[in-house]
Structures are given as C-alpha cells and as structure tokens.
C-alpha cells in the first residue's frame, strides 16, 4: 500500500486499444487527470479517438501522428501543458504542419489549422531521458522506447507505479539503442506485433541490399517508399557503403538534419552524418526528373504509398520490369501500399493500374515483435498489464496469462480500476 489512492487508478483507451492508430490513453491517480497520447489514424477518411475530457497534463510519446495527430486540439481546447523531448517536439510540429497541408489537399481538414500547431509550440515542455519531473506532486520519468530518436516511456509514480511504453523497440536498429526494462506496477504496452515474430534484422538487411544489387544490375530502379521519420534514417544507413547512387525525395532530409543537431538521441550520429554525405537529395520538385535519372535507389514518401513523391516514381515506371519497388514496413489495410502487396495494382491518378515492377516486402519494422515483447514485459514485472495498440491482442494476452500475469485487453472507451 502506498497511499489512500493507491487502488484507485483508473485507465481508459480512448483509442488505439483494439487497433494500430489513433492512440490515446487517460489516466486518473491521485486526483490528476492525464492523458497519455493523442492521435489519429490518416486512414481517408481519418480515424479519430473518443473525444478526451479535460486533462491537467498530457504526455506525447513520439512524433508519429497515429500518437500525436490530435494534440493541437487538445491544447486549443484545454490548454494544458504537453510533455515530450526535444526531438518529439521539433519533428512531431514538422509532421503535424505538413498533416494539416495533406489532410486539406485530400478533402478531410484537420479539426485545428496550421497556426493552432505554432500555438502547440508554447505548449510543449521538453524533458530529457533520465529527467525527473514534479508533475502535480507526482514523479515522471522519461525513459528512451527505442522506436524511433526521441521516443519516450513514461514512468509515472502516483498511486501505482505506471509505465506507459508508447511504441517500443527492445532491439538496438541503425538509428537508436533498445528500450530496457522499468520495473512497475501497472505496465501499458503497445501489442502492434502480437502473433508475429520479426525475421533477425542482419538476414533482412542482407536480403534487401542482394535484391537492390540485382535490381540496379539489370538496369532498374529501385524505389524504397519509406516514412520521412525513423525509416528514412534507417533505410540510408542501412544502404550506405553499398556504392549504389541513392537518392533522398520528400521530408526525410529536413528530419535528418533535425536528428542530427540532436545527436544525444541518436545511436550513431557520426554513421548518419556519414549516410546523408553519400545520399543525393531532391531539394526541389523540378529537380525530380533530371535527378532521379541516375539514380540506382531512390528512398521516398509515403511509406504506405498513399501520397507524395513515391506515387510519381512508381507512375513514371509502372511498365519497367527491371525496376522494383521494394516495401520496408508493414502496410496498413485500405493503404495504397496494401493493396499493391495484395493485388500487384495500385491507385494511380484516381484509378486501379497494374505494376509491373517487381514487388518485394522487407520487414525494417521498429516495433518489439511478439517473443521482445513477453521478454520485456517480464523484465518490467508488472501485477498489471494493460494491451494496447494491437488488432490482434489476444495472442499475446493468452501466453502472458499463461505466465501468471494480470492482462487486460480493453475496448476503447472501457474504463479500468486498476
Ligand atoms: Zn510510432
């Protein structure tokens, strides 16, 4: 027993329980209402969560907007303060301007505009891994999750110990070191690979740059759809040193730039710095054509494929069976990206066309698969674990209760007396 509240803590998913996207956890522990993420799935139309209640603090774990996608509105309605690390906070406003660019050009507009996201700015208060923050009277840490520079775990010391992951990755990648374990009470967990076990990243690595080498010998193109955050940065490392020419489309390279005047957050700035010397970058779409054309591997956005610059290389070489378009992350149902690994057509201009370059799927996931995530969930030993996050939950609840934990798999909007 630590306290009067100790038992109380109530925990609600208002999205992102049962499902990849849209995450938003709030938390209520010694009379301080917190919200842990706020975001949306930029599904066509968008996905929202529940609207959340007031909150006196809320914590933003990364910059991907499945997480962060509704923060603006949170601070324009309740005007609290948003904790986040510097390189959240600088990529996470990047990718939120350009958000609310995309979502209007495609006819769903974002609930906040462009100068709600500057306000956001005065909103944010930056906190480091290993910080200890006075949150309300309650204790938070921020610990680094692994998944991409920046990304935090929360460890919330209220009633009950709570670590909250975010998206984690126990796994050090090219770009950031592994999450370690936090021991807690009640441990909320993303499950995004529940059922799922990645194949080793070495055999991955080595099976891509084989198929890039084939590709750009017979003369092809190979085009990498990648996001601009995380995947991008490791994508180049994972190609430099090849010899290949590779080209950079897209907002990859300002991201970049922003790791790197962080470099505390990275696992290797000298190896980045080192791959954006040997990356060729297209700063102006004019430059598209005459560029591309010497290219030997072109890293670009959407990594679902759903917009920006991969849909014109793609368009510009549907009929060339010498080029690929090789896929480095797991594609989302009703994503363009999913229909061409399901169909071999993709949507282009409005209507369904075959592609006739080779297709091939590399799994350069930063997310803990199903094996990482029991193995780190023991480390944590929680009395409580809460699965979020995930389509597919079950699986792993079943062989965590197998193990004689405590797991709940809540539907969004359910609340929780932990
Ligand atoms: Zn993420």
């Not at 929202?48 to 809320?58: E, L, N, S, T």
């Not at 070191?177 to 059922?195: F, H, M, Q």
Request: proline letters at 6%; hydrophobic letters at 40%; charged letters at 25%.
């Amino acid at each position: 027993m630590k306290g009067a509240f100790s038992l109380i803590m109530k925990l609600t998913l208002l999205g992102g329980a049962s499902e990849v996207g849209s995450l938003s956890a709030h938390v209520e522990d010694k009379g301080v209402r917190m919200l842990f993420d706020c975001g949306l799935t930029p599904s066509k139309p968008p996905k929202y969560p529940m609207k959340p209640p007031a909150v006196d603090v809320a914590f933003l774990s990364h910059a991907h907007i499945d997480h962060s996608g509704m923060i603006p509105w949170l601070c324009l309605n309740y005007g609290m303060d948003v904790i986040a690390t510097p390189p959240t906070i600088v990529v996470g406003t990047m990718l939120l301007e350009d958000s609310v660019k995309v979502s209007s050009l495609e006819g769903y507009p974002a609930p906040y505009d462009k100068g709600d996201v500057k306000v956001l700015k005065k909103h944010f208060q930056s906190a480091g891994f290993g910080d200890i923050l006075d949150v309300g009277g309650i204790d938070v840490t921020l610990h680094s999750a692994g998944h991409i520079p920046g990304a935090a775990m929360f460890e919330v010391k209220a009633g009950r110990d709570l670590l909250f992951t975010g998206d984690i990755n126990t796994l050090d990648s090219n770009l950031v070191t592994g999450a370690k374990p936090v021991k807690c009470d009640v441990l909320v967990i993303e499950s995004t690979y529940s059922g799922r076990d990645h194949p080793p990243r070495a055999e991955t690595e080595r099976h891509f740059l084989n198929k890039t080498r084939e590709v750009v010998e017979r003369g092809g193109l190979a085009i990498v759809p990648a996001f601009a955050v995380g995947r991008t940065q490791e994508m180049m490392m994972t190609l430099m040193n090849s010899g290949f020419n590779i080209m950079l489309d897209g907002m990859g390279w300002a991201v970049n730039r922003h790791y790197l005047s962080m470099p505390d957050y990275l696992r290797a700035p000298e190896r980045l710095s080192d791959a954006m010397r040997q990356t060729m970058v297209i700063r102006n779409p004019g430059d598209r054509k005459r560029l591309a054309a010497g290219a030997n591997v072109i890293i670009t956005t959407s990594g679902m494929v759903d917009g920006g610059p991969v849909l014109e290389f793609i368009s510009e070489r549907k009929n060339d069976r010498n080029s690929a378009v090789l896929l480095t992350g797991y594609q989302v149902e009703g994503t363009n990206g999913r229909m061409l690994m399901d169909s071999g057509e993709l949507m282009l201009a409005g209507k369904p066309e075959k592609i006739q370059c080779e297709l091939g799927f590399y799994d350069f996931s930063a997310h803990a698969d199903h094996n990482e995530l029991i193995k780190f969930i023991k480390a944590c030993s929680p009395e409580d674990v809460v699965l979020c996050h995930g389509d597919n939950r079950v699986v792993l609840a079943n062989d965590l209760r197998e193990d004689g934990f405590k797991v709940h798999v809540p539907k969004e909007g359910q609340c929780l007396d932990l």
